[in-house]
């Protein structure tokens, strides 16, 4: 059974920094692609960042490149997220997911992701 876990959100000020991660068990992360999404209240859950199965790509949704950055700890068995500069519009329960398809890209569709976990809330304030 698969099960992926959130961490490390929580309340930071603008400009601030948080690292999130999700601990995976019954998948080893490094061999499947892995994303992190966002949703906002009132909002439909959308893409933040993702890392094709080989780890060859990733990619960023506009709204937080430069600042956020994907990675995995295949020891662990974990992916991160590190958020910098945060912004109030970055406010959200943030979730990740597996996909279990083996595509040289990385899947930015919410459908396209087998496996969630219960997410974590990242509250930036003003």
């Known amino acids: 059974q698969v099960q992926l876990v959130e961490s490390g959100g929580g309340l930071v000020q603008v400009g601030g920094s948080l690292r999130l991660s999700c601990a995976a068990s019954g998948r080893t992360v490094s061999n499947y692609g892995m994303g992190w999404f966002r949703q906002a209240p009132g909002k439909e859950r959308e893409f933040v960042a993702g890392i094709s199965w080989s780890g060859g790509s990733t990619h960023y949704a506009d709204s937080v490149k430069g600042r956020f950055t994907i990675a995995r700890d295949g020891a662990k068995n974990t992916v991160y997220l590190q958020m910098n500069s945060l912004k109030p519009e970055d406010t959200a329960v943030y979730s990740c997911?597996?996909?279990?398809?083996?595509?040289?890209?990385?899947?930015?569709?919410?459908?396209?992701?087998?496996?969630w976990g219960q997410g974590t809330q990242v509250t930036v304030s003003s």
């Open positions: 997911a597996l996909d279990t398809g083996h595509t040289a890209w990385v899947q930015t569709w919410v459908r396209e992701y087998e496996y």
